[in-house]
């Protein structure tokens, strides 16, 4: 947490369940990312949170937008970001969507199927598209691939299609797979790219650009690999396939960009036990699946949870929202442990939570409001 979160948090005791981000720490990892891949536009992924004090203050810094929908391109323009900084990322997009971003002067959408290339040539004629291409996502914790992306032979064809179509075959791209923490990925990745890329130009497509995704991890419980190892392997990667014809580079992060500036503040409202003689206690939250922590999913993502007690005596613990809903369970399997001295009414942190929780709360299941948010 950063200092400015830990004062707002100790003067203003702000009522839980509340997400606190840190807007200067998504500045610095902004500036972070940028001096790690210095060759790459970095597009961030505006879906990881689209509050309009991160979105200005990343237009302030010069970054591009990846959006997922119209309503964040449409965030992204009142924001201040020109439409020119827009991409349109999501390869399932409404044609009422794609010719809003076209009217509106969004310049780039991505695409993975015949059946979308052709929404896209008919609601945005003559626009800049890139193919999204299926790669491994092992070492992410949050993977993506089975949804999005499409083989080598048939982004070929595709891309073939979108020039005889009128389009602008501008590019490539892939998503290694969220909070993916081993380099290895992006470099198969490049490796793969790189081929298609050079048997595209060889074919006579003017194709320039290559767009390596999100995915770059933040510490949660675990440590990761810190930013700069990924701009080195990325760098050598891109030299070794590429060599001196280097395509235009872009990144789209959006876990890396947020998710350490933000901290989810949240009361304890109780700690039982199933039974006298089970060491597990369960300890239920005012904030579980539904008030935002979606990624606890599969126990996916593992957030580092502190509380006032820390240093004392821990035992084991399951972790659970307090919603009626049986499928609100945090952490049963993932051996968390917290203080035995934790008890109900107080409160406890949840550290790197500005990515994909703000979003992700419910509108009211339970009567519970969505997450109360503040940007500092
Ligand atoms: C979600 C998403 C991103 C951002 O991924 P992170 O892992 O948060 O960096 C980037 N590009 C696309 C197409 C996405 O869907």
Known sequence: MTPKIARFLASRQPATPCLVVDVDRVAENFCALQAALPLARIYYAVKANPAPAVLSRLVGLGS????????????????????????????????????????????IYAFDSAEELAKIARH??????????????????????RKFGTTIESARELMLQAASLGLDPYGLSFHVGSQQTDTAAYEAAI?????????????????????????????????????DRFGLAIGNAIARHFGNALPEIVVEPGRFIVGDAGVVSAEVVLVSRRSKSDPVRWVYLD????????????????????TTHDGDEAGPVAIAGPTCD???????????????????????????????????ASQGFNGFAPLAEHYI
């Open 64 to 107: 591009f937008f990846d959006a997922a929908g119209i309503e964040e391109v449409e965030a992204c323009l009142a924001a201040g970001a020109p439409a020119s900084s827009i991409s349109f990322g999501n390869t399932i997009k409404k044609s009422t969507a794609i010719a809003r971003a076209h009217a509106a002067g969004v310049p």
């Open 124 to 145: 945005a004629p003559g626009r800049r598209v890139y193919c999204r291409i299926l790669v491994e996502n092992a070492g992410a914790d949050w993977p993506l691939s």
């Open 191 to 227: 490796g793969r790219v790189a081929m298609l890329f050079t048997d595209l130009r060889e074919r006579g497509v003017n194709v320039r650009m290559v767009n390596l995704g999100g995915g770059f991890p933040v510490a949660y419980r675990d440590e990761v690999p810190g930013i």
């Open 287 to 306: 904030i579980g699946r539904f008030g935002g922590l979606a990624e606890t999913e599969g126990e996916a993502i593992k957030y580092r949870i502190t």
């Open 326 to 360: 049986g499928a609100d369970i945090l952490y049963e399997r993932a051996n968390y442990r917290l203080p035995l001295s934790l008890a109900c009414g107080e409160r406890i942190e949840l550290h790197a939570a500005g990515a994909y929780v703000s979003t992700y």
